[in-house]
């Protein structure tokens, strides 16, 4: 266990993070838009939970709600058991060190006129975590954590490449040794190559550091690598959801079927998805019907709950929830 | 077709294209793959013409539709980029002028490349790729349709205009996976339809599975591999392209295990340019820059990864 | 096989960048040069400012009055060179007060938002819609009159402008993305506001700050010119101008040399302010 955390994390609590039956609603242009519906999930301590779903799905919401960016209309967000509306209100910067962040895009997210070495510091300075010569000696050691070279220290972020920026990201976020990690698509605005090396670090910090995370992406393969659970997000809420290996190897969803067969290209085995229209989303019954392949009548009125099928893997599908029925399909 | 490009923007040490030749059949599909910084897009721009005034260009043949254009005018580039040469850019979002309809937008594209008479068809194609109702949706502006409908789009107006070369630089990366293949089926499509020699940019090999014939990878500006698509994906020899298949997350992969990635590595003045992050790297490489040699089904500018490939079969 | 070279065409951009370097050099020079007449007076000035000398009365520009004397026979050059204290020292301070107040306001103004944001933004739109000069005349004439009156009356004007153009930076710094990241660390508003909005409000605000330093002197001798302003025998150039109008046809220096100072000053101050937005802004 690393020192200097600050919620050593409860040993009769199972669960890191919980949300019950989340809600989020925009109001945009052209009318409310419902982000989340009835989400619900839960990360245990020191797990990687992928989050997968395309964009307009919510799982960004999610990140933001996480981090208090953005506040739930409905629902539970529970981390270590007390709502983080709670944690914001009287114990701010206890939540803060605890729960830490990457960001999509690596140069945004730092401020450009500030130097590597700053930028790094900022979080000890902060939370007033030792004095300046300290400090100093903690930011090289973060730096040699996330694989910097520390003659970037006094460099201005435009000086970086990508791969480096992301980085000192999450060089940042390391410093405070949060309990949980969230990633909203770390990866996917660097280079293929520079994808693995940051992939591979996340890895290892999950690893070294039996930091938990919350990996969210859009990539069914980059989030199966990573995640020992796997939830697949559509159209604001949970339809699948299950073990890492079992959830990409034998998907029980049409839409996560759609998302391995959209992925397993590479291989040779080329998919055929369907190009339908995207807005297209209906809203009562199952809200995949439209591209759905294997569709009954009992999909358009009626929405499937999310029913565990085997051993931690559930799905939110008439079809997949009914041996008869899927045997008929196939 | 294009043959021995350079491209040298001015304070840059290395051009940025070097030695390039390339030639698309109508009906072929070449994909160009590289990282940023690879010259895949200066490329892609001096085949449109559209590089900065800076930039200075040479090469020994430059055609297209067998028109020569090495000396072809900014005047005689508009022309083409009208009526023979369509471009389909990354950003959906940012191709389409915020403040006009899409059918006002659509309709000016159309007769400036001279089909005017053809909006029906190009309704009809819509319908085809996805895009119901395209009648009702074109009226809106183009922040009011999502990406993936802003891109069938550009590709059904890119195609219909009937162009010789159709560019299309990265054009899903900006895309979620599902919609991505979904336009890179259409795009697969559309081109065997139509009889026009397309390129596709990007740094995902991926998105060159689907729609490519022909591969081409460019790493510093130069080309270090190619081949046709099935060789250069399912036995590549060059290093650097056998590093970016390695480093790919995929399904059939063993799950929470460090990826083979490449170190990253700064670009040499003289010698092969992948040199400083090779693992098969010996003092030749360093010292002058390797020519493309058939191994394999490929052609690769490597020879030590030639040689020990002929060795082991 | 032909091999066609296509020559660089000429480079427009980095010349005009070349030419804007050459206007902020020449700039800057000069205003370390007024610097030294605002701080050093006496070291440059060849006479007095005050020293009255009745019959040397407006001698024309000569040897040992290089600008001429003034109905007092005092010498004009060494009392333009003492006024640079007064004249620019006093934009300067009304610039500084406008800028420190209206960074903290308007900052305010666009962190917290909401009810708080729209009063204190509506009390600036009632400061902006005085005319200026009534509204400074106003306050100079019942503060009394005298340079110390004119400078807060002219701050008073001032800050205004700066609190919303700051609040329109920072509402849109704010919503950049950095600004999120420096949130899920924890940072408290003070220190996002201090670390991470107002250091990039800072290349916007130079140039404005430059450009308004000019328009304060031009404020200052329209001020003198109705009667506000530095009382006699200070030698303020805006004063000086307003003192020679009677004598503008018998001894043409005592007007041209304070206003042709005036009026590069100003024109330094606006060039510089224009060379610096262009390299902002490229």
Redesign the interface.
């Known amino acids: 266990m690393p020192s200097g955390r600050v919620l050593d994390v409860d040993r009769d609590v199972t669960s890191l993070l919980e949300l019950t039956g989340v809600d989020k609603t925009f109001v945009t242009d052209r009318g409310p838009v419902r982000a989340v519906r009835r989400m619900s999930m839960v990360v245990g301590k020191g797990e990687v939970v992928g989050l997968v779903g395309e964009s307009g799905s919510g799982k960004s919401t999610i990140a933001n709600l996480v981090l208090g960016l953005e506040h739930a209309d409905a629902g539970r967000i529970r981390f270590l058991g007390r709502d983080v509306g709670e944690w914001l209100d009287k114990e701010e910067a206890r939540y803060r060190q605890a729960v830490q962040a990457v960001f999509q895009h690596p140069f945004q997210a730092l401020d450009s006129r500030k130097r590597v070495g700053w930028l790094v510091a900022e979080p000890l300075v902060i939370h007033r975590r030792g004095n300046s010569k300290s400090r100093a000696e903690r930011v090289r050691e973060l730096m040699a954590d996330v694989h910097l070279d520390p003659s970037l220290v006094d460099r201005y972020p435009h000086q970086l490449s990508g791969g480096q920026a992301q980085r000192v990201n999450i060089a940042r976020a390391l410093a405070l040794e949060p309990s949980l990690l969230v990633c909203d698509e770390p990866v996917s605005a660097l280079d293929v190559s520079v994808q693995a090396q940051i992939l591979n670090l996340l890895l290892e910090i999950n690893r070294e550091r039996s930091m938990a995370m919350l990996f969210i992406s859009h990539s069914l393969p980059v989030v199966r690598h990573l995640s020992d659970r796997i939830v697949v997000m559509y159209a604001g809420t949970a339809v699948e959801e299950g073990p890492g290996g079992e959830v990409s190897d034998r998907p029980t969803h049409p839409y996560t079927q759609l998302l391995v067969s959209a992925a397993s290209v590479v291989t040779g085995d080329h998919g055929q998805p369907r190009g339908t229209m995207r807005e297209a989303i209906p809203s009562v019954g199952c809200r995949f019907v439209p591209r759905c392949p294997v569709a009954i009548d009992r999909c358009s009125s009626e929405e499937p709950s999310l029913d565990e099928l085997a051993e931690g893997h559930s799905s939110r599908c008439w079809v997949a929830s009914d041996p008869a029925l899927r045997a008929e399909v196939g | 077709m294009v043959e021995d490009l350079t491209v040298t923007y001015p304070g840059a040490g290395r051009p940025a294209v070097k030695g390039v030749s390339l030639e698309i059949e109508s009906g072929r599909t070449l994909a160009v793959v590289g990282e940023s910084g690879s010259g895949k897009t200066t490329l892609a721009l001096a085949l449109a013409g559209l590089l900065d005034r800076r930039a200075r260009r040479r090469a020994s043949r430059l055609e297209i539709n067998g028109e020569n254009l090495l000396a072809a005018r900014r005047r005689r580039w508009r022309q083409l980029r009208r009526t023979d040469i369509s471009f389909i850019f990354q950003s959906p979002i940012n191709s389409w002028n915020p403040t006009r309809t899409m059918i006002a937008q659509v309709r000016d594209a159309m007769s400036a490349a001279g089909h005017a008479g053809r909006m029906p068809e190009l309704l009809d194609l819509l319908g085809r790729v996805g895009f119901e109702d395209p009648e009702r949706r074109l009226a809106d502006l183009p922040h009011q349709l999502s990406g993936g409908m802003l891109q069938r789009v550009s590709i059904a107006v890119a195609v219909i205009i009937e162009p010789a070369l159709l560019i299309a630089d990265e054009p899903t990366s900006a895309l979620d996976s599902t919609v991505q293949s979904e336009i890179l089926a259409i795009l697969a499509e559309l081109r065997s339809e139509a009889d026009l020699a397309m390129l596709i940019i990007s740094h995902d090999l991926s998105v060159v599975a689907r729609v490519a014939d022909d591969v081409m990878v460019l790493y510093g500006g130069k080309v270090v591999e190619q081949g046709a698509q099935a060789a250069v994906l399912g036995s590549a020899v060059h290093p650097y392209t056998r590093g970016l298949l390695d480093s790919v997350p995929r399904l059939d992969r063993d799950r929470k295990t460090p990826l083979p990635s490449m170190e990253p590595g700064h670009l040499p003045a003289a010698g092969c340019p992948f040199a400083p992050r090779c693992r098969l790297v010996v003092d030749d490489c360093r010292r002058a820059e390797p020519e493309l040699i058939p191994v394999d089904a490929t052609l690769a500018a490597c020879p030590p990864a030639a040689s020990s490939t002929l060795i082991a079969t | 096989?032909?091999?066609?070279?296509?020559?660089?065409?000429a480079?427009t951009t980095s010349r005009t960048r070349k030419a804007g370097r050459g206007v902020v050099w020449w700039s800057a020079a000069t205003v370390v040069v007024l610097a030294a007449l605002v701080f050093i007076p006496g070291l440059l000035a060849p006479g007095d400012p005050y020293t009255l000398d009745i019959g040397n009365r407006f001698t024309g520009p000569q040897s040992g009055n290089l600008f001429g004397t003034d109905d007092a026979g005092r010498d004009i050059l060494s009392r333009v060179i003492h006024g640079a204290r007064y004249s620019i020292g006093s934009a300067v301070l009304i610039i500084t007060v406008a800028v420190v107040v209206g960074t903290i306001y308007g900052s305010l103004a666009a962190w917290y938002g909401g009810i708080l944001d729209r009063l204190l933004m509506r009390t600036v739109d009632v400061f902006l819609a005085f005319p200026y000069l009534v509204f400074a005349m106003a306050v100079a004439a019942s503060l009394g009159r005298g340079l110390t009156s004119t400078i807060v009356a002219l701050s008073l004007l001032w800050w205004p402008s700066y609190a919303r153009m700051i609040r329109g930076q920072v509402k849109s710094i704010l919503n950049?993305?950095?600004i999120?990241?420096?949130?899920?660390?924890?940072?408290?508003r003070g220190?996002i506001l201090r670390?991470?909005v107002i250091?990039?409000t800072y290349s916007q605000l130079l140039v404005r700050l430059t450009l308004d330093i000019g328009n304060a002197l031009v404020a200052l001798t329209g001020l003198a010119f109705l009667g506000l302003g530095a009382t006699p025998p200070l030698p303020e150039w805006g004063r000086m101008v307003a003192d020679s109008k009677q004598f503008a046809l018998t001894a043409w220096w005592y007007a041209v040399f304070p206003g042709a100072v005036i009026f590069l000053t100003v024109l330094n101050f606006v060039l510089l302010g224009e060379a610096l937005r262009k390299r902002s802004t490229s």
């Open positions: 096989m032909s091999v066609v070279e296509l020559p660089a065409t480079d950049d993305y950095h999120r990241a420096a949130t899920t660390l924890g940072a408290r220190q670390w991470h250091p990039h």
